[in-house]
């Protein structure tokens, strides 16, 4: 009766590693798609307001969720090196290319007339969203493998300890 009771608690325990493996790689997309919205308010807000980079931020991250934003909303020194620390410590979860591709806004931002700013926005949009994009379809592809093979592993545990 216990062994059977351990060898149940084994093939669950595998099954929720593969499952947090999984809502691992949903929260990756959700920070996508954070990001994608507050590059959004971004392009509005220097399109329609005329607002310095350290409000931007302070009004871009606040509603943020998937994420720690706190880093982003208290920038005050050196705007694009807090704004790249900010990056680091905030977007640790996050797919490294996404990541990356966010860190380009530091380059720019601030430094160059709205229009330029604004399509340097854009292509940091479209590279967050096609990653996002590709991302999702993995993800909807890999869904089931990633179930049953932590289920898989856990029952060949349990043949192996028999």
Do not use: H, P, W
């Not at 499952?19 to 919205?37: C, G, M, P, T």
């Amino acid at each position: 009766m216990i062994r059977l009771l351990l060898n149940s608690a084994i093939v669950v325990s595998c099954f929720l590693i593969s499952l947090e493996k999984l809502n691992s790689e949903r929260r990756k997309i959700q920070i996508a798609k954070e990001l994608e919205n507050v590059i959004f308010q971004l392009e509005a807000l220097i399109k329609y307001g005329s607002y310095d980079v350290y409000q931007l931020c302070e009004r871009c991250f606040s509603d943020v969720t998937a994420f720690d934003a706190g880093s982003f909303v208290e920038i005050k020194d050196s705007f694009s090196e807090s704004f790249l620390k900010a990056c680091e410590k905030s977007l640790e979860t996050a797919d490294k290319s996404t990541k990356s591709a966010f860190m380009k806004i530091a380059d720019f931002l601030g430094m160059f007339e709205s229009d330029t700013q604004i399509a340097g926005l854009e292509n940091v949009l479209e590279e967050i969203k096609s990653r996002r994009i590709a991302m999702e379809n993995e993800l909807a592809a890999k869904r089931k493998i990633y179930l049953c093979l932590g289920a898989f592993s856990g029952i060949v545990i349990c043949l192996v300890l028999m």
